[in-house]
């Protein structure tokens, strides 16, 4: 699982990254998802495990950055983030299982939380978000994400096939995520996905 980064060049972008440079998180974001997002698709089979899998992992490491310099594998570093992540998710799915084994105390701060400014700001493009999905998509986004009803429940409603289902919630949430991206660019990346964890 190699990333694009050269090695010789990891060490000083992390070090920005240990600083706050949002373009350094940027460029180990970019190098890592793909990869990140495979490898948990791959092992869940769902989308929608991969992409918050992949959210809570830069989440994770931005939280981390002001010890990643300490870091003297990136590689491994951020996998073995990615899999605590994927084995709690699964865990959190499936609370009757016996608790797997490898899953590490969460060691990260809570996110610094934003200014009234920025969650306005995070607010309004969230609602435009939303609104800029199809139909189809905003209605199943609302009534699994807000109204906290299972894909069972919502394809009985929507008279819709369960997979179906799976595929206008994976699209809505792609496309929101997407959005809110482009229209807050000069607000970290790590906020936005922050933010839509919580949604």
């Known amino acids: 699982m190699d990333s694009r980064i050269p090695k010789d060049e990891i060490a000083e972008i992390l070090l920005r990254v ?39 992992t830069f989440i994770r490491l931005w939280n981390y950055r002001s010890k990643l310099v300490e870091v003297d594998n990136f590689d ?38 934003y200014n009234d400014v920025e969650y306005r700001e995070l607010e309004t493009a969230f609602e435009q978000a939303v609104q800029s999905l199809s139909p189809k998509q905003r209605i199943t986004y609302q009534l699994i994400k807000m109204e906290g009803l299972s894909r069972k ?24 995520r997407s959005t809110m991206t482009e229209m807050l660019k000069n607000l970290p990346l790590v906020l936005i996905l922050f933010y839509l964890q919580k949604k």
């Open 76 to 113: 491994a570093w951020i996998y073995r983030v990615a899999k605590n992540v994927f084995l709690t998710k699964i865990k959190q799915l499936s609370p009757s299982q016996e608790p797997l084994d490898l899953i590490i105390h969460d060691i990260f701060a809570t996110p610094k939380t």
């Open 18 to 56: 240990s600083n706050g440079d949002e373009q350094a998180y940027r460029t180990i974001f970019e190098a890592y998802k793909t990869s990140i997002y495979s490898t948990v698709f791959n092992l869940s089979d769902d989308e929608f495990i991969a992409e918050e899998v992949l959210q809570d």
């Open 153 to 176: 429940e919502v394809a009985k409603i929507l008279e819709v096939s369960a997979e179906t289902v799976k595929w206008n919630l994976d699209e809505s949430v792609k496309k929101i």
